[in-house]
């Protein structure tokens, strides 16, 4: 079966760096994307990732390791509004999106 | 980026009658949108894949007669939940791939969702 683990819930500071990792076991992979959805809200689109490595945008970066089945993004310079869940989410073979169950994370002062 | 628009963002209904929520591109063709659900404090759950001018292709375990999914343009997909009851009460989110303009095979721009409570 199709598979994206990512943790629950997370907890950091203000200002901090944190790490969500995810990994994965899909049938074909065309990609991983991540995405942030404040509660009641719709996801909105991070990152995108389909070759290994790392790839950097302002405060988020977002990195992939197909051979591991494995990515993680990085948050620097936490901010309160930072607080959300973020989701993990894999093109599979067929183009479809697999979704993980989201990390929540929880910003402290 | 591309723009999806739903509506409405929230409606209150009583058991037993439909609700129908629209998803627009506004900005964009879209052939394919995707409908969700998400139960608080749970991931998405991708109900049925909507195709322009076709049936909708339905997930696994969801119910094609409750949940009615009608794609008559390039611009607009409808879901109406027929029967509501309490269970039905839920987040619905719409997405649509904008093809043409993003480098990306599967960037999907979402509407801004659809709490449905049924009394």
């Known amino acids: 079966g199709q598979n994206i683990d990512q943790p629950t819930e997370m907890t950091a500071t203000e200002g901090a760096i944190v790490q969500i990792n995810c990994t994965y076991q899909?049938?074909?992979?065309?990609?991983l994307f991540w995405y942030q959805q404040h509660a009641g809200e719709a996801p909105t689109f991070l990152s995108y990732?389909?070759l290994d490595g790392l790839e950097e945008k302002g405060r988020f970066s977002s990195f992939l390791s197909r051979s591991k089945g494995y990515s993680y993004l990085l948050l620097k310079e936490l901010q309160m509004k930072d607080s959300a869940s973020y989701l993990c989410?894999?093109?599979?073979?067929?183009?479809?999106?697999?979704w993980g169950a989201g990390t929540k994370l929880i910003i402290k002062p | 980026g591309a723009v999806v628009s739903q509506h409405p963002s929230w409606v209150i209904c009583k058991s037993g009658t439909s609700v129908k929520i629209e998803c627009r591109s506004l900005?964009?063709?879209?052939?394919?949108m995707f409908w969700y659900r998400q139960f608080p404090k749970q991931s998405l759950m991708l109900m049925a894949t909507?195709?322009?001018?076709?049936?909708?292709?339905?997930e696994q375990g969801v119910e094609k007669d409750k949940f009615l999914i009608n794609h008559a343009s390039l611009t607009l997909s409808t879901l109406t939940v027929t029967s509501a009851h309490p269970e039905d009460s839920s987040f619905y989110i719409c997405?649509?791939?904008?093809?043409?303009?993003?480098?990306?095979?599967?960037?999907?721009?979402f509407g801004e969702g659809s709490r449905l409570t049924v009394l």
């Open positions: 989410a894999v093109l599979d073979s067929n183009y479809q999106l697999i």
């Open positions: 997405s649509a791939r904008d093809h043409v303009a993003s480098g990306d095979p599967g960037e999907l721009f």
């Open positions: 900005d964009f063709q879209a052939t394919t």
């Open positions: 899909t049938s074909g992979f065309n990609g």
């Open positions: 990732n389909v």
């Open positions: 909507s195709n322009e001018g076709s049936k909708a292709t339905y």
